[in-house]
């Protein structure tokens, strides 16, 4: 059974940087694809990035591209979303999920993933 805790969330000022934690376990991250998805207020829930495990690829919504940045550890068993130039827009609670289907592909769609953690969250604000 996949695990998977968040960490990382607080309150930044617009132009900040904040790096988020998906630590992982129950699987290595060999076996797993890892998206990060965010739900704001009122808001359906939306696919940010992911990484996936069976392509090496990596993806991003259009609206934070550039600004974001998916990485993977796997020492710790752990993937980052380290987040720059921070928009009060991109004030959310944000979610890191994990695909154990193979082929393990990076993808957006959330029907792909099958364990989410609890979520953190994410406050832009001056």
């Known amino acids: 059974q996949v695990q998977i805790v968040e960490s990382g969330g607080g309150l930044v000022q617009p132009g900040g940087s904040l790096r988020l934690s998906c630590e992982v376990s129950g699987s290595t991250l060999n076996e797993v694809a890892i998206g990060w998805f965010r739900q704001a207020p009122g808001k359906e829930r939306e696919g940010v990035s992911c990484?996936?495990?069976?392509?090496?690829?990596?993806l991003y919504a259009d609206s934070v591209k550039a600004r974001f940045t998916i990485s993977r550890d796997y020492a710790k068993n752990t993937v980052y979303l380290q987040m720059n130039s921070l928009k009060p827009e991109d004030t959310a609670v944000y979610y890191c999920a994990a695909d154990q289907s193979y082929p393990l592909i990076a993808t957006l769609r959330e029907d792909r993933y099958d364990y989410w953690g609890q979520g953190t969250q994410v406050t832009v604000s001056s």
């Open positions: 990484s996936g495990s069976g392509d090496a690829r990596t």
